[in-house]
């Protein structure tokens, strides 16, 4: 009788017998195959359906990495419950990661020429920058909070109207006025 002793094993006699399932590769891993095979399309479109097309293949990807790393495969009684759950562990996760670190959205721009710098046409707009301010500046309180608010800040109707506890119809009158105003005064300097 031969034996292993750890660094290696010594071959087998002839006469000695073949383990059991010696001619087998390992049946965890044609377990896994087999339900990789009949899992990934259905996963794929379950992720897809909550997610973005680019993503969904990372997703279903890590799923059954982490559908292997248990170890235990055969004894799953519903993997594809269990993949469809890591799925969706998995988006919860990267949705988490993409709030606390937005990543920056760089969009392809179409190259535009830059004019050369004309200098009347900057102390112009410079000029009409002053007058914007000081026409903004001579608005009411309550009208200047709810111009800013809409125009820079892009709060929504609803949202200022939370804010100042005025009706929508208020702040949209509020706006008007502040239109006018603003108009009168750059029209009475130009």
Known sequence: MRFALGFG???LGDDEPL????DRVCAASETLDRIYRVERSGLLRFVMRRSRREIAEDVVQQAFVRFAARGNVPQIENPGGYLRQSA????????????RNPAP?????DVAEIPDCD?????????????????????????RQIFLGRRVYGYSLAEISKQTGLSQKGVERHMGIA????????????
Request: charged share 30%.
């Open 119 to 143: 200098p009347v046409a900057a102390l112009e707009a410079r000029d009409r920058l002053r007058r914007i301010e000081a026409a903004v500046g001579k608005l009411k309180p309550l009208t």
């Open 179 to 190: 239109i006018k105003k603003l108009g009168q005064h750059l029209c009475s300097h130009d």
């Open 105 to 109: 959205n760089f969009e392809v721009m």
């Open 9 to 11: 094993s010594v071959p």
């Open 19 to 22: 383990p059991p399932d010696d």
């Open 88 to 99: 969706i562990n998995l988006l919860r996760d990267n949705a988490r990661l993409a709030m």
